[in-house]
C-alpha cells in the first residue's frame, strides 16, 4: 500500500531548486528516506505516534499469549496471576508494545534514486498486512490503531520531521558547488 503525503509542496519547490543545482538528488532523497525510518524508530522507543499520541497497551489476550498462555500466566486453580505477570505484562510493564519479535520494529528499508525514495517494511505476519494493521487498526482484530508512520490519516508530514526536511534540503543546496 502506498500512502499518498499531502503539503509539502515547499519540499518539492527546494528538491527542484536542489536539482538545478546539482543534477543528482539521490543522495538527499537517501538522507530523507533515512529520516523518516529514524522518526518510525522513535515511535517504537517512545510507544507513541510521531504526533505525540500514545499507543493503547496491549490487551490482556495478548499478554497471556506471550505469556504462554492463561495456565502459564495463573497459579494452580486460576486464584491468582504469578509473580511478576503484571510486572511484566500489565498496563505499565516492562514488556513493550509491538516489538515481541521486532518484526514490524525492525525490518524498515529505504530505497532511493534521483527521482524518489521508498521507505517501506519487509514484515511479514500470518497472512495478514501486520504493519497497515498496527497502523491503522483492525476492528475485525480487535487491534486498536498503534501510528508509527510520520503521516496522519489526512496524509499530512508531521511537522517536525517537515521542518527537518527543508533544513536537510537547503543545507545541500549551501553546501553544493
Not at 498503534?146 to 526536511?165: A, C, M, Y
Amino acid at each position: 500500500m502506498e500512502i499518498e503525503v499531502k503539503g509539502i509542496e515547499e519540499i518539492q519547490k527546494s528538491l527542484k531548486k536542489l536539482e538545478k543545482k546539482t543534477g543528482n538528488l539521490a543522495p538527499t532523497l537517501k538522507a530523507i528516506g533515512e529520516m523518516i525510518r529514524t522518526k518510525i524508530d522513535e515511535s517504537f522507543e517512545k510507544e507513541a505516534s510521531p504526533f505525540g499520541e500514545k499507543w493503547k497497551p496491549i490487551s490482556a489476550t495478548t499478554a497471556f499469549n506471550y505469556a504462554g498462555g492463561k495456565k502459564k500466566a495463573f497459579k494452580k486453580g486460576g486464584r491468582s496471576l504469578k509473580k511478576g505477570f503484571i510486572k511484566k505484562y500489565g498496563a505499565h510493564g516492562d514488556k513493550r508494545i509491538l516489538v515481541e519479535s521486532e518484526n514490524l520494529k525492525d525490518s524498515w528499508g529505504v530505497k532511493a534514486d534521483n527521482k524518489s525514495v521508498t521507505v517501506e517494511s519487509y514484515a511479514k505476519a500470518r497472512g495478514f498486512p501486520y504493519g497497515l494493521t498496527h497502523q491503522f487498526g483492525s476492528v475485525k482484530r480487535g487491534i486498536p490503531a498503534r501510528p508509527f508512520l510520520p503521516v496522519d490519516d489526512k496524509g499530512n508530514l508531521e511537522s517536525t520531521l517537515q521542518k527537518d526536511i527543508l533544513e536537510k534540503i537547503e543545507d545541500d543546496i549551501l553546501n553544493s558547488v
